[in-house]
T-cell receptor, first 119, second 115 residues
Framework: DTAVSQTPKYLVTQMGNDKSIKCEQNLGHDTMYWYKQDSKKFLKIMFSYNNKELIINETVPNRFSPKSPDKAHLNLHINSLELGDSAVYFC??????????????????FGAGSRLTVL | KQEVTQIPAALSVPEGENLVLNCSFTDSAIYNLQWFRQDPGKGLTSLLLIQSSQREQTSGRLNASLDKSSGRSTLYIAASQPGDSATYLCAVGRQWETSGSRLTFGEGTQLTVNP
């Protein structure tokens, strides 16, 4: 079973459309994240939710609206898509917001990414 | 504002060679540092995590070091194999706070190991 799964894997759409990317984790983690990887390969955090509560909201246009119906799901809805929104969006999860206190190599578990192309 | 830089941007080596990937960061107030591997079309796989109080971590053929005062980390890969070909990302964790965890990523080093 995939630990962090995102759908769709690829999304091609026209400028101005509204689209959603879904993320689900079956690890029992409390915290979920959305990261954006742009064409230069930089990964930047967008949002973080801890047990359905928004705890990190970086400088992201309000066209992006995350929704967490329960702690196993964090969906990303994007309104009025623009060319600059084209990127790979990664979902991730960690045991808890204070997950840094844990030792070991897998504090954050990432999904496979969703490649969004806006034409 | 934390900035993470990785050098080189790309590296091509013959199989069996030992190699070093470099990562530098501007703000030494970090909680930890992670090295990830990214394969095309796949997510990120965490390779090694070094807490700020540690100086190195080892896993198999991989060894990561951390010099927090100078803002540097290296990832050493011994006896490289074609299967090691991937993009390697360095990420630093911000000083822990109740508002949640943040990772600042470098741009990555694209490694190609030729048979």
């Amino acid at each position: 079973d995939t630990a962090v799964s995102q759908t769709p894997k690829y999304l091609v759409t026209q400028m101005g459309n509204d689209k959603s990317i879904k993320c689900e984790q079956n690890l029992g983690h409390d915290t979920m994240y959305w990261y954006k990887q742009d064409s230069k390969k930089f990964l930047k955090i967008m949002f973080s939710y801890n047990n359905k509560e928004l705890i990190i909201n970086e400088t992201v246009p309000n066209r992006f609206s995350p929704k967490s119906p329960d702690k196993a799901h964090l969906n990303l809805h994007i309104n009025s898509l623009e060319l600059g929104d084209s990127a790979v969006y990664f979902c991730a999860s960690s045991p808890r917001a204070s997950g840094w206190a844990l030792s070991g190599a897998n504090v954050l578990t990432f999904g496979a990414g969703s490649r969004l192309t806006v034409l | 504002k934390q900035e993470v830089t990785q050098i080189p941007a790309a590296l091509s080596v013959p199989e069996g060679e030992n190699l070093v990937l470099n990562c530098s960061f501007t703000d030494s107030a970090i909680y930890n540092l992670q090295w990830f591997r990214q394969d095309p079309g796949k997510g990120l796989t965490s390779l090694l995590l070094i807490q700020s109080s540690q100086r190195e971590q080892t896993s198999g053929r991989l060894n990561a070091s951390l010099d927090k005062s100078s803002g540097r980390s290296t990832l050493y890969i011994a006896a490289s194999q074609p299967g090691d070909s991937a993009t390697y990302l360095c990420a630093v964790g911000r000083q822990w706070e109740t508002s949640g965890s943040r990772l600042t990523f470098g741009e990555g080093t694209q490694l190609t190991v030729n048979p």
